[in-house]
């Protein structure tokens, strides 16, 4: 089947539930939905969500997790941070922890943070040790373990990721406010989440189910979009993809290079996307929609991607209008207030100026902060 580019974007952009916000009372079906939230800082993960969800309230996120524990965070995708829900923890899990560590051993190894592949397993027991009466700081476990040395201290932040990669470790409780998270302790998963079984599913089975999810909230979508996203290599992918043959269509996408694949389930609604105005929204650094491709031409004109893809691996926050990124913006908290600074790369129309102020509006709303709105003057038709 052949598609228009914008029926892709548009696909995405529903599947992502940013055609419309979802009744809270979805809000973990939403995590479930898009795949997991990007906590690279606890503002952008909770500005993730309120993009998706209508009614949120900030608490909700942290009462998942260190409340209900219906959600825990840990690294999974491309080995960064991520918060989804419990009940799917063991699909991530087993579905990268091969791949994720063959690609984590291979780094500590050549970069002599380790001797071998093998050579930090027998400090584990030490530290599920230290933790069997609850969480702990690494600061904490550093004097816990006695190892006071400062490189030691950098070397047990990298173990507790490692056991982390190993389904053995997750993040618990943190310090300071909603939107800024300090003093992160970290816990063992069979203690923090007892009902969780890691081995309820196999590796093979929780990959094709990965791919299937995937390919409902980002298709149509390539192999390499696949890979690109877990941060597994396309050899390891293709597998999955050809156990999934049967089930796939392939799309042609104008201004698009290659084939990509979206379930037959979904083609019809691929082919009859809607050609209506998606809506502004004020998506935050990295996003899960727009981290979710390789190929970013659905939502990103290829000359502005070096705007939004930044040195030292920064994602700027982006200003979606009408499924396509025409701006970026930036959230500072000054003494008394907060300063959103807007740039769009184009003079906007008045309705979509207005909608974009609309959006301020509800961001006001949610956080509780006092936003002072400012526009980038070279770009700014319209006085706010």
Known sequence: MEIPLRNAALFALSSHHLFRRTPRSRALDVVDEVLGLNAQGSLNVQLSLWNRVDDLNTEF?????????????????????????????????????????????????????????????????????ILEDGPLTIREMQHALGWTRRERRISLSRLVREMSLRGLLCHAHASGPWYHSTKYTFARVDKWLPSVDLDSVSEGEALLSLAQSYLRAYGPASIGDFAYWTGMRVRETRPVFDSLSDSLVEVKVAEHRGTLLILEEDASALLGAEEVSAPARLLPQFDALIMGHKDKTRFIEPGIRSRIFLPRGDVAATIMIDGRVQGTWTLRKMKNLWRLELSPFNKLSEENFEEVEAEVDQLRTFTGFEIEACWDADYQTFSP
């Open 61 to 129: 996120i942290p009462e998942s997790l260190y409340g209900d524990r219906s959600m825990v965070k840990t690294w999974v995708m491309r080995d960064t941070v991520h918060v989804i829900t419990t009940k799917q923890f063991p699909i991530y899990r087993r579905a990268l922890e091969r791949s994720l560590m063959m690609e984590w051993n291979r780094w500590t190894v050549r970069t002599g943070t380790k001797e071998s592949a093998t050579s930090w397993e027998p400090f584990y027991s030490e530290v599920l040790d």
